[in-house]
């Protein structure tokens, strides 16, 4: 049997965001986050509604996708975007319950209080390191949009630390440490498509240091040239 949903069953399920009182139901404001309905179709996701921070662009939007038939909430910003797995489920009751009592405390831990660092990674090297010299604030046509001192929890236990980011080329260059392999790593990304490379990976923090010093304004200004 196909994966994909009939265009009645999609219907049925745009319906339901429709009716459900999110004005009532969510917080309207959660910091610089403001609650605005999208109800939007692109291609197999609908996305209903989102929080959004206009000054970042960065937004946590509710979608259903048609494929795989899940409801969930994605974090968008702006260079890459990725899934709040705990919220994820099948069916709209459950998903609106994971809702409206997770999605406010994500935006606000994981978005908002970045600066209140996890006890998993307090006592790691790029908490207390002197970076201002190595990733300065801007760089060229690049915005450092995200520092080490605040950084983004990712996925499988990477944490964004830094990030730069060109809007008009769509081009950005970010780097992670990995709690569970004690590891620095880089990517780049051009109009959304990751590229990776592994001249940035290292174990501790003055060997990335290093790796940033050799190669991270040329790195940005080649990624300017290809996107």
Not at 49 to 76: L, N, P
Not at 93 to 100: L, M, Q, S
Not at 116 to 128: C, Q, R
Not at 195 to 215: G, P, V, W
Request: hydrophobic residues 35%; glycine residues 4%.
């Amino acid at each position: 049997m196909d994966n994909q949903k009939t265009l009645d069953e999609k219907s049925a399920e745009k319906k339901a965001f429709i009716e459900w009182d999110i004005e009532n139901d969510l917080p309207s404001n959660i910091g610089p986050y403001v609650l605005e309905r999208t109800d939007e179709q692109d291609g197999r996701i609908y996305k209903a509604f989102r929080w959004i921070d206009h000054q970042s662009g960065w937004e946590v939007r509710a979608v259903f996708d048609g494929e795989t038939a899940d409801y969930m909430i994605k974090v968008d910003l702006n260079f890459m975007t990725f899934t709040q797995i705990e919220v994820i489920s099948s069916d709209f009751e459950t998903f609106k319950e994971n809702v409206k009592k997770l999605t406010p405390d994500i935006i606000e831990k994981e978005l908002i209080k970045r600066d209140h660092i996890s006890v998993l990674i307090k006592d790691k090297g790029f908490v207390n390191w002197k970076y201002e010299t190595l990733l300065p604030a801007r760089i060229e046509t690049y915005e450092r949009v995200i520092e080490p001192k605040n950084p983004i929890t990712g996925l499988n236990g990477s944490y964004i630390i830094a990030a730069y980011q060109c809007k008009d080329r769509e081009a950005a260059m970010i780097f992670f440490y990995n709690v569970y392999r004690d590891e620095y790593y880089g990517e780049m990304r051009s109009k959304g498509i990751p590229l990776i490379m592994h001249k940035y990976d290292s174990q501790t923090i003055d060997e990335f240091s290093k790796a940033l010093k050799s190669n991270l304004e040329k790195d940005l200004q080649d990624l300017y040239e290809r996107s």
